[in-house]
């Protein structure tokens, strides 16, 4: 059984970071941020509002997009780093908030290619008959964990959530490809020091801010330099199929000068890759699925299109994968 995409959905809070308030806290010009991020604004969850709040309205939104019930869910996956609490799962918060009867639940962590892994894991669920359809949502509120004065982690990461219903397609549509991968030797690169089994919080993790994200730039930039293009050049050949036959490139949404790199190396115009990161931020796990819901409303993704969707991040881990947009069964 071939599975693919039914139904989009999102959720981005009011807040916002703007690069102006940036700017009168660090006395870096406004277009200079802009420069260095392709940024303008982060969005930043109100301080009631939690992950699993932020995914509920986004699922909410794709499954009357697909026109999917509570009762045809099978399994509930939520991608996401910052849950809202250790234990249970945030997905099964997500089931209880949308009325989802005895769905399997849980919560995927791959950082910002979750959202690829989620795919995945969804579409193989549905494609061997062990669900109908599958609710996939990424969700975050990074800003949580951002330490307040850090300059490199405010410019890049924001709040929000998206969400896809995953079910069977036409045969020829849905996923055809997928690849994923990782470098644990660079672990360390993207890290939350605190609050886990080897470093539990405590006085001196809270005075040393090891709750926040601690972030290599460097590192972490030249890795997604190399891995966006590299690929998704890989699973467009696992598919048998060249750059010229992919109709639109959905990369992660972590920085602008990342996403022109990867143009140059598929040698291809730059209006040929969504950016959707100007106005929200680098939502991690969210990022993926934010983009193509959004450009599915600008109309730019057509039934039969073909889409690569490339995430990278912390781990250091990456995964795409290439779909045929439409034909629901």
């Given at each position: 059984?071939?599975?693919?995409?039914?139904?989009?959905?999102?959720?981005?809070?009011?807040?916002?970071?703007?690069?102006?308030?940036?700017?009168?806290?660090?006395?870096?010009?406004?277009?200079?941020?802009?420069?260095?991020?392709?940024?303008?604004?982060?969005?930043?969850?109100?301080?009631?509002?939690?992950?699993?709040?932020?995914?509920?309205?986004?699922?909410?939104?794709?499954?009357?997009?697909?026109?999917?019930?509570?009762?045809?869910?099978?399994?509930?996956?939520?991608?996401?780093?910052?849950?809202?609490?250790?234990?249970?799962?945030?997905?099964?918060?997500?089931?209880?908030?949308?009325?989802?009867?005895?769905?399997?639940?849980?919560?995927?962590?791959?950082?910002?290619?979750?959202?690829?892994?989620?795919?995945?894991?969804?579409?193989?669920?549905?494609?061997?008959?062990?669900?109908?359809?599958?609710?996939?949502?990424?969700?975050?509120?990074?800003?949580?964990?951002?330490?307040?004065?850090?300059?490199?982690?405010?410019?890049?990461?924001?709040?929000?959530?998206?969400?896809?219903?995953?079910?069977?397609?036409?045969?020829?549509?849905?996923?055809?490809?997928?690849?994923?991968?990782?470098?644990?030797?660079?672990?360390?690169?993207?890290?939350?020091?605190?609050?886990?089994?080897?470093?539990?919080?405590?006085?001196?993790?809270?005075?040393?801010?090891?709750?926040?994200?601690?972030?290599?730039?460097?590192?972490?930039?030249?890795?997604?330099?190399?891995?966006?293009?590299?690929?998704?050049?890989?699973?467009?050949?696992?598919?048998?199929?060249?750059?010229?036959?992919?109709?639109?490139?959905?990369?992660?949404?972590?920085?602008?000068?990342?996403i022109a790199a990867a143009a140059r190396r598929l040698e291809l115009p730059l209006d040929r890759f969504v950016i959707a990161m100007e106005d929200c931020g680098n939502t991690s796990a969210a990022a993926l699925p934010v983009a193509l819901h959004q450009s599915v409303v600008q109309g730019r993704i057509k039934t039969g299109d073909r889409l690569v969707m490339t995430g990278f991040g912390a781990g250091v881990s990456w995964g795409s994968i290439l779909l045929r947009w439409g034909s629901a069964t």
């Amino acid at each position: 059984m071939q599975a693919g995409i039914l139904g989009t959905g999102i959720h981005l809070p009011e807040g916002a970071l703007t690069n102006e308030e940036l700017a009168e806290r660090f006395g870096l010009p406004p277009d200079e941020l802009f420069a260095l991020s392709g940024i303008r604004r982060r969005r930043v969850a109100a301080p009631e509002q939690a992950c699993s709040d932020l995914a509920i309205a986004a699922a909410r939104q794709a499954m009357e997009n697909a026109g999917a019930a509570p009762e045809e869910i099978g399994m509930v996956i939520v991608a996401t780093n910052t849950g809202d609490h250790p234990t249970p799962s945030t997905a099964v918060l997500v089931q209880k908030g949308l009325g989802i009867p005895t769905a399997g639940c849980f919560d995927l962590k791959a950082n910002c290619a979750g959202f690829v892994y989620g795919l995945m894991v969804g579409c193989s669920l549905v494609s061997t008959g062990l669900a109908s359809k599958v609710l996939l949502v990424g969700s975050e509120v990074l800003s949580r964990f951002i330490n307040p004065t850090d300059l490199d982690s405010l410019l890049l990461f924001g709040d929000g959530a998206g969400a896809v219903v995953l079910g069977p397609v036409a045969e020829g549509y849905g996923l055809l490809a997928s690849e994923v991968g990782s470098n644990g030797e660079d672990y360390d690169a993207l890290i939350v020091e605190a609050g886990g089994s080897r470093l539990p919080f405590s006085r001196q993790t809270l005075e040393g801010k090891q709750e926040f994200v601690r972030m290599d730039g460097g590192r972490i930039f030249m890795f997604a330099m190399r891995t966006l293009g590299d690929s998704a050049l890989r699973v467009i050949r696992k598919a048998g199929l060249g750059v010229e036959d992919v109709d639109l490139f959905i990369p992660h949404q972590a920085n602008r000068r990342i996403i022109a790199a990867a143009a140059r190396r598929l040698e291809l115009p730059l209006d040929r890759f969504v950016i959707a990161m100007e106005d929200c931020g680098n939502t991690s796990a969210a990022a993926l699925p934010v983009a193509l819901h959004q450009s599915v409303v600008q109309g730019r993704i057509k039934t039969g299109d073909r889409l690569v969707m490339t995430g990278f991040g912390a781990g250091v881990s990456w995964g795409s994968i290439l779909l045929r947009w439409g034909s629901a069964t």
